[in-house]
């Protein structure tokens, strides 16, 4: 990052989340990026104060800050910012005791759309993962990847009432 760029776009950064908070008032909001080398914890834990200076009711994950590089499963740890864990692509094995969490999952195995990515998990996994989550005290958050023109992809579609009727 050039010099003064961190501290432009952190700046920026709390002007839109300042905007976000005032004008739409949302009860969670959800980090991701702390794989960033040059964010560091200090820069979350800043981040999770200013956010709550301006809504102190607001819940924040915990991906406001640096975490752990484990996969999600230490991202729990007091000594980290936010107000929950987030495991991702996996659901732990004892849940996460004291803790509250949510599993973050994708149909198939990308985040964003992928024409290629044809591994989609069966409406079984999915409701066996949603029960597993559940039984542990988890939320369960599935991933869908639009594609470009904004269309839900029609395996994804499929799922969705056999999810919930499963």
Known sequence: MRPGGKEQYVNYMKGQLRELI?????A???FDGEWQDWWTEEDGQDLYRFVRGLKPSIIINNRVGKAARDGGMNKTDREYSGDFGTPEQQIPVNGLPGVDWESCMTMNT???????????????????????????????????????????PQPSVERWPELGNG
Do not use: H, Q
Request: hydrophobic content about 35%; glycine content about 10%.
């Open 28 to 30: 969670v909001l959800w």
């Open 110 to 152: 990308t985040w964003g759309y992928k024409f290629y990515d044809d591994k989609w998990k069966t409406t079984e996994t999915l409701v066996r993962n949603l029960i597993d989550v559940a039984s542990k005290g988890g939320n369960y958050l599935l991933n869908i990847g639009p594609m470009a023109n904004g269309e839900i």
């Open 22 to 26: 005032t004008t739409y008032d949302p």
